[in-house]
Structure formats: C-alpha cells, structure tokens
C-alpha cells in the first residue's frame, strides 16, 4: 500500500507529462514562459501555494539564501493553511505532482513544498 507522503512528487512544468503524474498542480505565482495552457496537462493552477512576491523576490534563485528561503516560505504555509489542505486532499486521492518553472532543481520553493506536505501527510 502507498503511503500518503511517497504520492507527492516534483517536477518541472516544462517536462512532459506522464502516465504516473497523477494530478498535475502548478505552484508557481506567475504562468510559465514559452508554455501554453493545453500543453501543461494540468489538474489546477494552485497559486496560493507558491511563496509571497516578497519572498519571491527577496530569494531571487541566490542558492546562498537557500536555507533561509526555505525557513521563511514554511513559515509562509503554517499561516496559509487551505492550499496545503487542498493539496493533502489531492494526495489522498492518488499521485500528485507539484511543477515549477525555476530552471534550478534543487533550490526551488516546490521541494520546500513537497517536504512540507509529507512531513503532514507522515503525521
């Protein structure tokens, strides 16, 4: 049996989707560049998820903020509680797969996300 927290994944919006996804849900503030909405095969564009224009802004993708980012952006979802509530409802439904557009893999706010939400879905 699959726990709840091995059905959050992570991935770039801009690769394509495949049969494993699940429930595709872009986290990002602002629509990907270059991607039209058909071609992103997604369930729903989540953006309460993604961090503040503030945060945002202040990380600025510098790896060197990287730990603070990610402190201040769960601190961020702890006071906005619904769309981590939406997405463990997706998650208790089958697989879902967070997408970003950042070129950067590891030091994007949708891996901060996903550990979140398997630290509440493990609880």
Do not use: C
């Amino acid at each position: 049996m699959t726990r709840f927290a091995d059905r959050i994944r992570v991935k770039r919006v801009y690769e394509p989707a495949t049969a494993d996804d699940g429930a595709r849900v872009l986290v990002d503030r602002l629509w990907p560049r270059g991607l039209r909405r058909e071609a992103a095969g997604l369930a729903l564009w989540l953006k309460d998820a993604a961090p503040s224009p503030q945060l945002r802004k202040w990380f600025g993708h510098d790896p060197s903020r990287w730990q603070e980012f990610a402190s201040r952006y769960q601190a961020e979802l702890q006071g906005n509680p619904e769309p981590v509530q939406q997405l463990q409802q997706l998650a208790s439904q089958g697989p879902v797969t967070l997408l970003y557009a950042a070129r950067d893999e590891v030091h994007n706010h949708a891996r901060v996300l996903a550990d979140h939400l398997r630290s509440r879905l493990r609880g």
